[in-house]
């Protein structure tokens, strides 16, 4: 049972990237595909479920509101994020209400929103 709970304690403390990297393990090596959000989704609402009467959302898209003033900050963290190339990540950020990605799970969305921010773009998840 130790070895459970150390285990249990070792997952809780991976960092966002590795997170990733053991789903892909996970998905690669063994045929198991995590489910999106984990334990996270299983969990109800505290309340019971008395409030919420639909599904919470699991798939998020990043959008790319405005670069700000610091674009060249931005177009290189939008190329970091999704590998395009120079030109391909500078006119996403000048077409301003792009998607930088879709479809990702709640975590990364807020991992990507954070970067996108701190570079100085003004980012929306839907």
Not at 46 to 54: E, H, N, R, S, T
Not at 103 to 117: Q, R
């Amino acid at each position: 049972m130790a070895d459970l709970k150390k285990l249990a304690e070792d997952i809780v403390g991976l960092t966002l990237l590795e997170a990733q990297e053991l789903k892909t393990i996970l998905k690669d090596e063994y045929g198991i595909e995590p489910a999106a959000g984990g334990a996270v989704m299983m969990a109800g609402p505290a309340d019971g479920g008395a409030a919420g009467g639909g599904e919470e959302q699991t798939e998020f898209d990043v959008i790319l509101k405005s670069a700000g003033a610091s674009k060249i900050n931005v177009i290189k963290e939008v190329r970091g994020i999704t590998g395009l190339g120079l030109k391909e990540a500078k006119d996403l950020v000048e077409a301003g209400g792009k998607a930088v990605k879709e479809g990702v799970d709640k975590a990364e969305a807020e991992d990507i929103k954070a970067k996108l921010e701190a570079a100085g773009a003004e980012v929306e998840l839907k």
